[in-house]
Structures are given as structure tokens and as C-alpha cells.
């Protein structure tokens, strides 16, 4: 083994930290040594360093489901019309409250991308009131 392969403890959990990961099984040092590692959301799933490093995160919490969308979107009165697959970054029909269709993914609405039409009306009524004050 060679010194640049000896990913240690204290390295993993370096790594790790950062994203709010921890590791639960030690397996070994070696850049491909797969450890027990849990995610921020509690999933359990095996990781080596070298992987990890290249931004290999929890597949359970890459994977987002047609439930893991609804089960986003409800909460907001938003529908969703129609589910094209698995993934955080896959774009889904949706409908906001005021029956406005439109594309967006799991990881775009989450990060509070909301609907693009009443987005402009509510500037659209700031911008007329401003002109009437
Ligand atoms: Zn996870
Ligand atoms: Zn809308």
C-alpha cells in the first residue's frame, strides 16, 4: 500500500463531516475501501473515500420517488400532473394553486423555485401600485 492510499479514521470523517455525514463502520485504510457510512437523513449505505470525494452521495436520498414529490408539493397546494421519473433532477409537470402549469424538478422546488406565472403577476401588482403611489 501506498502512503497516498492510506485513508485513515480521522480522513473519513473529515470528509464526511462537512455534509453531515457520519461514519459507523471503519473497514480499513485504502482510497476503496468501502465504510458504513450514514447520510444526513439517517440512510445507511457503504462509501469508500476516493468515491465519495467525487461526490458520490446517499443513492436513497438521490432517488426521489412519485410519493417523495407528492409528498413535497402538497404541503404548497401544488399538484402534480405528471411524474417522468425517479431522481432529484428530473423535471415533472406540475400545477401551482392557481391551475398554472409548468416543469420543475425535486431539487429546483425545494430550493423554493416556485411558480414562474404568479411570480410575475405578484411583481407585475407591485409594479402597477408603485406607479399609482
Ligand atoms: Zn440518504
Ligand atoms: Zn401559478
New binding site residues.
Given amino acids: 500500500m501506498t502512503r497516498k492510499d492510506a485513508i485513515t479514521r480521522e480522513k473519513m470523517i473529515e470528509i464526511l463531516t462537512p455534509e453531515g455525514y457520519n461514519l459507523k463502520e471503519f473497514r480499513g485504510n485504502g482510497g476503496k475501501t468501502k465504510h458504513v457510512v450514514i ?1 444526513d ?1 439517517g ?1 445507511e449505505y457503504e462509501c469508500c473515500y476516493e468515491n465519495f470525494q467525487r461526490g458520490y452521495i ?1 443513492k ?2 438521490f432517488i426521489k420517488t412519485e410519493k417523495d414529490m407528492i409528498e413535497l408539493l402538497s404541503p404548497e397546494n401544488f399538484k402534480l400532473k405528471e411524474f417522468r421519473g425517479n431522481g432529484v433532477r428530473t423535471k415533472h409537470l406540475i400545477e401551482c394553486p392557481n391551475k398554472h402549469q409548468y416543469e420543475v424538478s425535486y431539487n429546483s422546488f425545494q430550493q423554493r423555485h416556485r411558480c414562474g406565472f404568479c411570480a410575475e403577476k405578484i411583481s407585475f401588482r407591485r409594479r402597477r401600485n408603485k406607479i399609482i403611489c
Fill in positions: 447520510c437523513k440512510h446517499c436513497l436520498c
